[in-house]
């Protein structure tokens, strides 16, 4: 099985900082790599799919890049309404989560 | 508006077993997967498996393989999942959500979660 792994596990940033979050997998994914937001008590909503596409409807502030077994999600300008757990998600093999990545707003 | 309903709340006893129902609407049914995600309280995002309700057929985590069953009702585009033989371990949101067919998957479109609660 492929493992997923996302760094940091949280963190805590400002309005207005740029954020960068990895996800690193342990054999190639090749681009086969998604990106979701969750907010407590609701589902999941994707942002970025095949590691750098931008989801209809999701701010350009979100960009996706990487490839093989590495990958990030930056937010350029953190909003208050980004807080939330973003999850990376494999489907190369399965169609696996990362751990997740718990953004507070400082 | 393209949405995905599922069932209400939950509550089994340990050693049964739970049917979740996901009715589709605003999209063609039988053109994307359905796959279904957990999550207990306070932890990641956990998938299932997934299944094309055109032709059937099914994908399953090897975590869950002989205990989960999903299904699909193509005449009122309505996806089943069911898991048997539950402890408390399975008490958790279950969330349904589309995917397109094949490896090029994401899950853009999701259920609202079902709670399942598993408790003697």
């Known amino acids: 099985d492929i493992q997923m792994t996302q760094s940091p596990s949280s963190l805590s940033a400002s309005v207005g900082d740029r954020v960068t979050i990895t996800c690193r997998a342990s054999?190639?994914?090749?681009?086969?790599l998604n990106w979701y937001q969750q907010k407590p008590g609701k589902a999941p909503k994707l942002l970025i799919y095949?590691?750098?596409s931008l989801q209809s409807g999701v701010p350009s502030r979100f960009s996706g890049s990487g490839s093989g077994t590495d990958f990030s999600l930056t937010i350029n300008s953190l909003q208050p309404e980004d807080f939330g757990t973003y999850y990376c998600q494999q489907t190369y093999t399965s169609r696996a989560f990362g751990p997740g990545t718990k953004v507070d707003i400082k | 508006q393209v949405q995905l309903v599922q069932s209400g709340a939950e509550v089994k006893k340990p050693g049964a077993s739970v049917r979740v129902s996901c009715k589709a609407s605003g999209y063609t049914f039988t053109n994307y997967d359905i796959n279904w995600v957990r999550q207990a309280t306070g932890q990641g995002l956990e998938w299932m498996g997934w299944?094309?309700?055109?032709?059937?057929?099914?994908g399953y985590a090897q975590k869950f393989q002989g205990r989960v069953s999903m299904t699909r009702d193509t005449s009122i585009n309505t996806a089943y999942m069911e898991l048997s033989s539950l402890g408390s371990e399975d008490t958790a949101v279950y969330f349904c959500?589309?995917?397109?067919?094949?490896?090029?998957?994401?899950?853009?479109?999701w259920g609202q979660g079902t709670m399942v609660t598993v408790s003697s």
């Open positions: 095949a590691a750098s």
């Open positions: 299944m094309n309700p055109n032709s059937a057929n099914t």
């Open positions: 959500a589309r995917g397109e067919f094949g490896m090029e998957t994401s899950f853009d479109i």
């Open positions: 054999q190639s994914i090749t681009r086969y």
